[in-house]
T-cell receptor, first 110, second 112 residues
Framework: GQQVMQIPQYQHVQEGEDFTTYCNSS?????IQWYKQRPGGHPVFLIQLVKSGEVKKQKRLTFQFGEAKKNSSLHITATQTTDVGTYFC??????????FGQGTRLTINP | DVKVTQSSRYLVKRTGEKVFLECVQDMDHENMFWYRQDPGLGLRLIYF???????EKGDIPEGYSVSREKKERFSLILESASTNQTSMYLC???????????FGNGTRLTVT
């Protein structure tokens, strides 16, 4: 079935540094979604990318979908303590189900 | 705003017990899902349902069953709980594959 690999598994940064997490698939994806899970919370939808080469921004967050629609990235510029959490990518698998990457846990040193 | 409610935040059960995890959504979504979340493994799909009385196996259905008797309610059943089913269980629902997945707050199940 559909699999998405996400790296890194963990990332620790100093506040103000940038952060990037990557999501890769061996097959072409129809779309990709990104979620954020705060510590002790549940995943919350951030964004969906659909088009090849698409780039979307939400304040300090930049989301990209690769030209071949096999990879995606989330980049956070100048991290803040509120960015702490686990970031997941998710892609549509067969039969209308969403398959999640393993997640990248971001911790920040203030 | 969509609300997905899971009946328990924490549960402690003994090995061999039958366990019911309940989930209710209030937005008339046809599609509902049960995931379990374990460190380093992300969210893994157990079962999902796209209509009342319909169910489909996810990636890790062994040891679990589900029930969807009403559109708003999707139950996960552990027929005979085992310690390797200690985990965080997340229920979710969505309108369609092009819309956000809405999660409940999760149930942290401990099987001793």
């Amino acid at each position: 079935g559909q699999q998405v690999m996400q790296i890194p598994q963990y990332q620790h940064v100093q506040e103000g540094e940038d952060f990037t997490t990557y999501c890769n698939s061996s097959t072409t994806l129809s779309n990709i979604q990104w979620y954020k899970q705060r510590p002790g919370g549940h995943p919350v939808f951030l964004i969906q990318l659909v088009k090849s080469g698409e780039v979307k921004k939400q304040k300090r967050l930049t989301f990209q979908f690769g030209e071949a629609k096999k990879n995606s990235s989330l980049h956070i510029t100048a991290t803040q303590t509120t960015d702490v959490g686990t970031y997941f990518c998710a892609a549509l698998g067969g039969a209308q189900k969403l398959v999640f990457g393993q997640g990248t846990r971001l911790t920040i040193n203030p | 705003d969509v609300k997905v409610t899971q009946s328990s935040r924490y549960l402690v059960k003994r090995t061999g017990e039958k366990v019911f995890l309940e989930c209710v959504q209030d937005m008339d979504h046809e599609n509902m899902f049960w995931y379990r979340q374990d460190p380093g493994l992300g969210l893994r799909l157990i079962y999902f349902s796209y209509d009342v009385k319909m169910k489909e196996k996810g990636d890790i259905p062994e040891g679990y069953s589900v029930s969807r008797e009403k559109k708003e309610r999707f139950s996960l059943i552990l027929e005979s709980a085992s310690t390797n089913q200690t985990s965080m269980y997340l229920c979710a629902s969505w309108v369609s594959h092009n819309s956000p997945l809405h999660f409940g707050n999760g149930t942290r199940l401990t099987v001793t």
